[in-house]
């Protein structure tokens, strides 16, 4: 609840939306501090929002008060500790809603779906529907794995500036899962450019070999998601990539309109 001094000008609904305006504007800042690395301090806030300061720190105190932000002892404001929990929760739902359109590619193409998050560094499965084939891929939920020896990877990180893609990179290291695997940042920058003329990513047996995924982002997902599927080379071939990949991208498309359903505004 608002403190009793807000003003009427942050409690009044906003226009078409109906919703709370200090609602608003707090979960507008929550974004902005995400976009800047997850910590600001309060001029930086009001320059990109354009919120007068004293509203912006009645706002943030709010948020502190709560846990979803905290101060660090040299003032600056960083995302706090209780997001975590939500953050957690809203990933599993993700991929509860994900699981008809999963459920979707299998029966028309056949082999196992996933949908993946890039988390931090990492790539996190968060949702897989297996194959009806006594042959199949399988991927457990909650698996963690480097981005660079994974379609998923390549997919989500396809429109990341060059010189972040590199720093990821220098973080996590390029091991060699299979002799497959790109193990050099120049070679994943050129995988990320063929996934941007292609509008796919395919990881040919560089996580296991005789294995073949294909994956895709989902667009404008509220979190970097991309949807793959998966199975044995024999079965992936080049002419089944031709038949795949538009039904991966309309998927995509439609489980797109779907996250944003769940949104603000119901848009």
Known sequence: MPPSHASTADS????????????????????????????????????????????????????????????QPNRRYALGPRLIRLGESASRLLGTWARPYLSRLVEETGETANMALLDGDEIVYVAQ???????????????????????????????????????????????????????????????????????????????????????????NSPTSAAISISGPAGRVTEAATERIVPILQQVAGELSDALASNGTNGG
């Open 12 to 71: 009044k609904p906003a226009g078409p939306s109906g919703g709370v305006q200090s609602l608003e504007r707090a979960f507008d800042l929550l974004e902005r501090m995400a976009d800047a690395g997850g910590e600001v301090g309060l001029s930086e806030l009001s320059a990109s929002s354009g919120l007068p300061l004293p509203t912006i720190h009645r706002l943030m105190r709010t948020l502190v008060v709560c846990g979803y932000v905290r101060q």
């Open 129 to 219: 529907v297996p194959s009806k084939h006594s042959m199949r891929m399988f991927t457990e939920v909650g698996r963690r794995v480097l981005p660079h020896s994974t379609g998923v990877g390549k997919a989500l990180l396809a429109h990341t500036p060059a010189d972040e893609v590199r720093a990821l990179l220098a973080r996590t290291g390029m091991p060699a899962a299979t002799e497959k695997t790109i193990t050099t940042p120049e070679g994943f920058l050129d995988a990320l450019e063929q996934v941007r003329r292609a509008g796919y990513a395919v990881d040919d047996n560089e996580q296991e070999i005789g294995v073949r995924c294909l994956a895709v982002s989902v667009p």
